[in-house]
């Protein structure tokens, strides 16, 4: 029997339906005449049949029963290394030495039809997987030279132009140019509602176009693409194996060689030390190698893990390995980055205040009736000059406010930016300051700047409020002053309170939120969401601090967070967990569990199936080594007989094999 899951790789290239995959079907037309020619040989031994029918038929169940565990004997003594197979064929093979080939034909057909049902149960949890492949679309309706053609989506460049109609299957992922739709894209991102699309938005390859028609501009090429990316990371997840699986591995060959010698001695001792008959110790002894074989206790991980990754899979939530399902069991403490995980990440500006006292020249009429409208918008303006060149989600609402004010924006040079405190760049002549009260602490070197005081108390002000709020300081011939301040919002995530309560029902002791947005935010939104602990103004460097310490107390700690700005602090914690966004680049490379519609309710799933994985793999142990255990001291002791051990070692693998399917469709 093979034992060791297949590649994904090769899973997924075979059909859908595991019953339809050429080998398990001739696996099953082995099984089948496996069990006719071990019936007809026991019928023709009872009712007195000719010996060459008999002896035929078992003939017949000996080959076909022995074959595959044959091969993979063959194979593994090549390599060299001993399995599982091996003991299986000695005996069968066994039986038939002492006279007993209806046991051995018995054991043979039992051992197959195990291998089939695991086959199947292992191609059933793939199959979900697999079903990415189908998502695919085979060819895009392309606009060249003023007509559509078909083309498959591999010769398809980024750039060209494909069209959509309602009820297809997106082909690529891409911009929309031009059309107004719905897209379902719960196959690929679990998200129950259609999501609504229109020019300026990004669709995915493998999502359905529901109500309108669309034209999308290429941005990926097909091996590129989301479903792509999320088909090669699944292959990735499932060859990397569970810790569990990986232990199992390594001592899988050192006990089937132990079983080996256990067989030699119980066959050795009674019959050269205390004289017993050959027979009776050879079948006992062949009893006993059947009893001991480990096959429900290899089979056990994969059949659970592979499930849970499936299973997880179907819900948006991307398990980047087994070894990933098992640590998150484990973990009691979660630490959340504010920004796009809490909150929604689409950060905006909510006011521009010009310092009353600060002079602001205006070298040209702006858009604006008042003196002070005039103000506000030139101090957007000269920031909006700096953070043009910053890619901080706050740089980028101060450039979106500027430009739907449809304001001029300066050319800016000499652009720094001081992670975690602030920017500075030279625009028309003079050095513009934005940043937080760290920035101008550290970074100015003390120098005296005008409007200062009043500036942080402005600041503090918005910051009790719940808002994000930076300084805006000019610098001309070393003398500096406070020109305003802006004010930044983000909405807090809609199911982020009733996640945070699932997460404590499950058995999450600590939740932490680590941000470099400043203190009285942090705690204004910690406050609003149920949060333990709040560590705010921090560099990435100190949020890795604050994750090693929690690692001191905790068994597992997970860290969640948008990928980029977080990137030490994921890399530290035991399990990361990055906000997927329909597979984004940086959260699909980065992350251990990714979850794909960027949805925080999928969170308390992930952990809750990732428990109910460990308890499974509790119970398969205990019934593949309860089964073993039981039948040993049942043959030494009562001497039960080889078609018992028999029917208990392949009944374990196959109901280890089924407990472990459950996972597919687990749900909280």
């Known amino acids: 029997?093979?034992?060791?899951?297949?590649?994904?790789?090769?899973?997924?290239?075979?059909?859908?339906?595991?019953?339809?995959?050429?080998?398990?079907?001739?696996?099953?037309?082995?099984?089948a005449l496996t069990f006719l020619g071990m019936m007809v040989g026991l019928l023709g031994s009872w009712f007195g049949g000719s010996p060459a029918v008999v002896w035929g038929s078992y003939a017949v169940a000996y080959v076909f029963g022995g074959?595959?565990?044959?091969?993979?004997?063959?194979?593994?003594?090549?390599?060299?290394?001993?399995?599982?197979?091996?003991?299986?064929?000695?005996?069968?093979?066994?039986?038939?030495?002492?006279?007993?080939?209806?046991?051995?034909?018995?054991?043979?057909?039992?051992?197959?039809?195990?291998?089939?049902?695991?086959?199947?149960?292992?191609?059933?949890?793939?199959?979900?997987?697999?079903?990415?492949?189908?998502?695919?679309?085979?060819?895009?309706?392309?606009?060249?030279?003023?007509?559509?053609?078909?083309?498959?989506?591999?010769?398809?460049?980024?750039?060209?132009?494909?069209v959509v109609r309602p009820g297809a299957r997106i082909p690529l992922d891409g911009i929309v140019q031009s059309g107004e739709t719905t897209v379902d894209q719960s196959s690929l991102t679990g998200e129950s509602v259609p999501v609504t699309k229109e020019p300026g938005d990004e669709v995915y390859g493998g999502t359905i176009n529901e109500t309108g028609s669309l034209e999308v501009e290429v941005t990926r090429e097909a091996q590129e693409s989301a479903i792509s990316r999320l088909i090669h990371l699944v292959e990735e997840a499932q060859e990397k194996r569970a810790p569990t699986q990986q232990l199992i591995d390594r001592f899988e060959q050192p006990y089937v060689l132990s079983v080996l010698a256990m067989t030699a001695v119980a066959i050795a001792l009674p019959f050269f030390l205390l004289n017993h008959a050959f027979e009776p110790t050879f079948y006992r002894a062949m009893t006993l190698m059947v009893a001991a074989s480990p096959c429900a206790v290899i089979i056990s991980t994969p059949a659970a893990v592979l499930s849970a990754i499936s299973a997880g899979g179907r819900q948006g939530v991307l398990f980047k390995g087994g070894e990933h399902i098992e640590t998150a069991g484990n973990v009691d403490a979660v630490a959340f980055d504010k920004t796009g995980t809490l909150t929604e990440?689409?950060?905006?500006?909510?006011?521009?205040?010009?310092?009353?006292?600060?002079?602001?020249?205006?070298?040209?009429?702006?858009?604006?009736s008042g003196s002070e409208q005039v103000a506000d918008d030139r101090l957007l303006s000269l920031a909006a000059a700096?953070?043009?060149?910053?890619?901080?989600?706050?740089?980028?609402?101060?450039?979106?406010?500027?430009?739907?004010?449809?304001?001029?924006?300066p050319e800016s040079s000499e652009f720094d930016a001081v992670v975690g405190k602030g920017v500075h760049a030279t625009v028309e002549g003079q050095t513009i300051h934005i940043g937080?009260?760290?920035?101008?602490?550290?970074?100015?070197?003390?120098?005296?700047?005008?409007?200062?005081?009043?500036?942080?108390?402005?600041?503090?002000?918005?910051?009790?409020?719940?808002?994000?709020?930076?300084?805006?300081?000019?610098?001309?011939?070393?003398?500096?002053?406070v020109l305003g301040w802006l004010a930044f919002t983000d909405t807090i995530r809609a199911d982020a309170a009733e996640m945070i309560q699932k997460l404590r029902e499950r058995g999450v002791e600590q939740i932490v939120m680590l941000t470099g947005d400043n203190q009285r935010v942090a705690d204004y939104i910690a406050d609003e969401l149920g949060i333990d602990e709040v560590y705010a103004e921090l560099l990435p460097e100190?949020?890795?601090?604050?994750?090693?310490?929690?690692?001191?107390?905790?068994?597992?700690?997970?860290?969640?967070?948008?990928?980029?700005?977080?990137?030490?602090?994921?890399?530290?914690?035991?399990?990361?967990?990055?906000?997927?966004?329909?597979?984004?680049?940086?959260?699909?490379?980065?992350?251990?569990?990714?979850?794909?519609?960027?949805?925080?309710?999928?969170?308390?799933?992930?952990?809750?199936?990732?428990?109910?994985?460990?308890?499974?793999?509790?119970?398969?142990?205990?019934?593949?080594?309860?089964?073993?255990?039981?039948?040993?001291?049942?043959?030494?002791?009562?001497?039960?007989?080889?078609?018992?051990?028999?029917?208990?070692?392949?009944?374990?693998?196959?109901?280890?094999?089924?407990?472990?399917?459950?996972?597919?469709?687990?749900?909280e």
């Open 1 to 31: 029997m093979e034992t060791t899951a297949r590649s994904t790789e090769q899973a997924l290239g075979d059909v859908t339906d595991p019953l339809e995959r050429p080998v398990v079907r001739r696996q099953a037309v082995f099984v």
């Open 67 to 162: 074959w595959y565990g044959l091969k993979e004997s063959i194979k593994s003594i090549q390599e060299p290394a001993v399995e599982i197979d091996l003991l299986m064929i000695l005996a069968a093979l066994g039986a038939l030495i002492i006279g007993a080939p209806f046991e051995g034909a018995m054991l043979l057909f039992l051992f197959s039809l195990s291998g089939v049902l695991e086959e199947y149960a292992i191609g059933r949890s793939r199959t979900a997987i697999k079903s990415l492949i189908d998502m695919r679309p085979e060819s895009a309706q392309v606009k060249r030279g003023g007509e559509e053609v078909t083309i498959p989506i591999e010769d398809v460049e980024v750039g060209d132009v494909f």
């Open 345 to 368: 990440g689409n950060t905006k500006l909510a006011s521009v205040t010009a310092h009353p006292e600060a002079t602001i020249p205006v070298p040209e009429p702006v858009n604006a």
């Open 386 to 409: 700096v953070q043009n060149r910053s890619e901080h989600h706050l740089a980028e609402a101060t450039v979106e406010a500027a430009e739907d004010r449809s304001l001029s924006i």
């Open 436 to 481: 937080n009260r760290r920035y101008f602490e550290t970074v100015t070197d003390g120098q005296s700047i005008t409007g200062l005081d009043s500036g942080f108390a402005a600041v503090r002000e918005l910051e009790e409020e719940g808002k994000t709020a930076v300084l805006v300081v000019s610098e001309t011939d070393e003398r500096l002053q």
């Open 542 to 667: 100190e949020k890795v601090n604050h994750i090693e310490q929690l690692q001191e107390r905790h068994n597992a700690v997970a860290m969640v967070g948008d990928g980029v700005n977080d990137a030490p602090a994921l890399a530290t914690a035991d399990i990361s967990i990055g906000m997927g966004g329909a597979g984004t680049d940086v959260a699909l490379e980065t992350a251990d569990i990714v979850l794909m519609s960027d949805q925080l309710s999928r969170l308390p799933y992930a952990f809750a199936l990732s428990r109910e994985t460990r308890k499974t793999l509790y119970i398969n142990f205990s019934i593949a080594f309860g089964a073993i255990a039981i039948m040993i001291i049942a043959i030494l002791t009562a001497g039960i007989p080889l078609p018992v051990a028999v029917v208990g070692h392949e009944g374990s693998t196959v109901l280890v094999s089924l407990i472990g399917l459950r996972l597919l469709r687990f749900s």
